[in-house]
């Protein structure tokens, strides 16, 4: 069996004005939770940081994140392991520029300005240099050493600041890891819900063109952006469903901004599934009224296995939970429907390692034909064999259905199912 770990975490904010007091405290529930897991699950192959290291993208705020970083790597090495890190930016990590450059405004106006549209990924141009400038902090964090000799990883440095592709190369399996810029339209205070951008140029510039083929390449492949997929433009939007992530090119798509954990298994119309994993922010402050704050902090980690006929992908999602003493403790995400290890099942399907489909091995020196045929027979089902999501909330639904395949079954040995409804017929299966 080959396996390995990575963490997901986002959002820390480094800069904003109660870190100071609260992280220091927050800091061990975390690490003792990192502990924790590495004691069961063991060592950490890579980590993934899904923006807003810094809250006002300045470089006062990234000496700091690097101490945040150090601390975290001390921890990795008390454990025995050095796990590099691949990150991008949020919009915390960008200064506001000034409206007195010509190319503010144009951009603030992306969507009614379509000489910006197409200019800006046309070379060299102002609207790139303003952008590089909103992010240089960022992108001076990201070429200066880090602490314990941490490597961030980018193979491949894309058209925008952050823009990355790379691939780990860990226990004989490769895992492709896209990072896309998905706030650089995020140039004022406003509200940017729903008026965001990622480009399909972004990806393509890092995956030589073709990013099918880029990502066949690899066992697993992961889609970082900062935002989720609600906070671009419903133009945007589109693209990115078809030119970005079309089901079947990219294994997970992961973000964080939101601050609260939640997971997405979709199918449309019956196509393969689309996964998005929204991360809980590792130190995330919602101002409630003048006097409250409520408090987010978490992480996840995942897990993806080949054992011997299947690749499967786990998560296990961490939150802070308050005890009534007020000691805090990251725990398991219960908003999540979790097994007893605290576990999430995100996919398990056909290994990749059985493609292309092997050709079924015959006994030839068996002296019997009926075990022949049988032999013959198992083996040809073991490479057609498809494997199913699996789908703990689709045991609550659906329940006269199930009741009447599984009879169908049980009488007639055999079911054919047509249903009226685009998605989830895997799970349906699945639960019966
Ligand atoms: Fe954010």
């Known amino acids: 069996m080959q396996s390995l770990n990575w963490l997901l975490l986002s959002d820390i904010h480094v800069g904003m004005g109660d870190l100071e007091v609260l992280w220091p405290t927050a800091k ?6 990192i502990k924790k ?28 994140f690097n101490i945040v970083l150090g601390e975290l790597w001390s921890v990795f090495a008390g454990l025995g392991f050095n796990p590099p890190l691949v990150a991008l930016p949020g919009n915390h ?8 450059n010509p190319a503010t405004p144009m951009l603030k106006q992306w969507w009614d300005q379509k000489s910006a549209r197409e200019t800006l990924f046309k070379g060299t141009n102002h609207y790139r240099d303003l952008i590089s400038d909103v ?8 070429k200066s050493p880090l602490p314990h000799g941490i490597k961030l990883l980018a193979d491949n440095e894309g058209l925008l600041p952050g823009d990355s592709s790379t691939v780990v190369e860990k226990n004989g399996l490769r895992v492709g890891v896209v990072c896309l810029n998905s706030t650089w339209l995020q140039l004022g205070n406003e509200n940017y819900e729903g008026k965001l951008h990622v480009d399909s140029r972004q990806l393509l510039a890092l995956t030589k063109d073709d990013p099918t083929v880029w990502c066949q390449s690899n066992d697993l492949n992961i889609l970082v952006t900062h935002h989720p997929l609600g906070w671009l433009e419903p133009s945007s939007r589109k693209q990115f469903e078809s030119e970005i992530n079309p089901p079947g090119r990219f294994d997970i798509h992961v973000y964080g901004h939101m601050h609260e954990a939640a997971s997405e298994v979709t199918s449309s119309s019956g196509s393969q599934q689309r996964i998005t994993f929204q991360s809980r922010s590792v130190f995330g402050l919602e101002y409630v009224g ?11 980690w995942f897990t993806y296995k080949r054992e011997e006929e299947a690749d499967r ?9 308050r005890q009534n003493s007020g000691k805090a403790k990251i725990v398991q995400d219960h908003n999540f429907e979790l097994d007893d290890a605290g576990t999430v099942p995100l996919f398990s399907r056909q290994s990749k390692a059985l493609s292309p489909t092997p050709k079924p091995k015959i006994k030839e ?11 013959a027979g198992t083996s040809t089902l073991k490479s057609l064999r498809y494997y199913l999501h699996p789908s703990a909330a689709h045991k ?13 079954i049980n009488s007639e040995r055999a079911v054919w199912i047509v249903s009226d409804w685009g998605m989830g017929g895997d799970e349906f299966l699945y639960t019966v």
């Open 28 to 33: 061990h529930a975390f690490f003792e939770d």
């Open 37 to 64: 897991l590495h004691a069961t699950n063991g060592d950490i192959d890579f980590v993934v940081f899904a923006g807003d290291l810094a809250y006002k993208g300045v470089t006062p705020e990234y000496d700091r």
């Open 93 to 100: 990590d960008l200064s506001r520029p000034s409206d007195s």
């Open 135 to 142: 992010f240089s902090a960022y992108t001076n964090w990201s």
């Open 290 to 300: 003048d006097k409250i704050t409520e408090r987010s902090h978490g992480y996840a």
């Open 313 to 321: 992908l786990f998560c296990k999602p961490r939150a802070l939970f």
């Open 365 to 375: 020196e068996t002296s019997s034909p009926a075990l022949n045929e049988v032999t």
């Open 396 to 408: 609550q639904v659906r329940l006269i259905e199930h009741r009447k395949a599984g009879e169908a």
